[in-house]
């Protein structure tokens, strides 16, 4: 069964300190791995996907299929990286349904 | 940009009112979807539509219908509110070819007392 884990609910770090939020997937085949980010009182809104390969407000994202595991990371936190973030995954073409990870609510502190 | 409007931002209702929420958007989407966001449950799907009058139940389809009766447009009905409804309820759009991005609404939090 296809299936997104993110394993914290809660991440806490200082300015300045690395972050990774992780998300691991259950899927046979060839997924299709998305970031979503919801900062307090926005909307939800694409953070960035595995097929873009590009970072996106300092973040990262590498897709290893070996340990399906799709972290999503920046070297150095900000205060307006605070916000929830979900993991998506989406068989490859599907073109139509996501499969949600719970979420994982990222507070950085100054 | 695309635009993705839920008609209210915040409603009260009392239990057993039927319950409307609305969603547009304007960029000739094919999928429209309805989730509940609730602390500590993530998004769960209610319905999605890929079509004018196509529907699939999602996750959760109990006490929930909807109504896509034009393209732009996607309803969620709640024939007869209940208390374990209260939540926030958010749409969301994709084009179909388009990479499985989803473009969500600013959400509506329904409150049922």
């Known amino acids: 069964a296809q299936r997104v884990t993110q394993p914290e609910k809660l991440l806490s770090v200082f300015k300045g300190a690395p972050v990774e939020l992780k998300c691991n997937y259950s899927?046979?085949?060839?997924?299709?791995l998305f970031w979503y980010v919801q900062y307090s009182r926005q909307r939800l809104q694409l953070l960035l996907r595995?097929?873009?390969?590009?970072s996106i407000k300092g973040f990262t994202a590498d897709l290893n299929k070996g340990e399906t595991s799709f972290h999503l990371k920046k070297p150095f936190a900000q205060e307006e990286d605070s916000a929830m973030y979900y993991c998506?995954?989406?068989?490859?073409?599907?073109?139509?349904?996501?499969?949600w990870g719970l979420g994982t609510s990222l507070a950085v502190n100054p | 940009d695309v635009k993705v409007t839920q008609s209210s931002r915040y409603l009260v209702k009392r239990t057993g009112e039927k319950v409307f929420l609305e969603c547009v958007q304007d960029?000739?989407?094919?999928?429209m979807f309805w989730y509940r966001q609730d602390p500590g449950l993530g998004l769960r799907l209610i319905y999605f539509s890929y079509d004018v009058k196509m529907k699939e139940k999602g996750d959760i389809p109990e006490g929930y219908s909807v109504s896509r009766e034009k393209k732009e447009r996607f309803s969620l009905i709640l024939e007869s509110a209940s208390t374990n409804q209260t939540s926030m309820y958010l749409c969301a759009s994709s084009l179909f070819g388009g990479g499985n991005i989803q473009y969500f609404g600013a959400g509506t939090r329904l409150s049922v007392l």
């Open positions: 595995h097929i873009s390969r590009e």
């Open positions: 960029m000739d989407h094919e999928n």
């Open positions: 899927y046979s085949g060839s997924p299709e």
């Open positions: 998506a995954l989406s068989s490859a073409g599907n073109n139509r349904k996501l499969i």
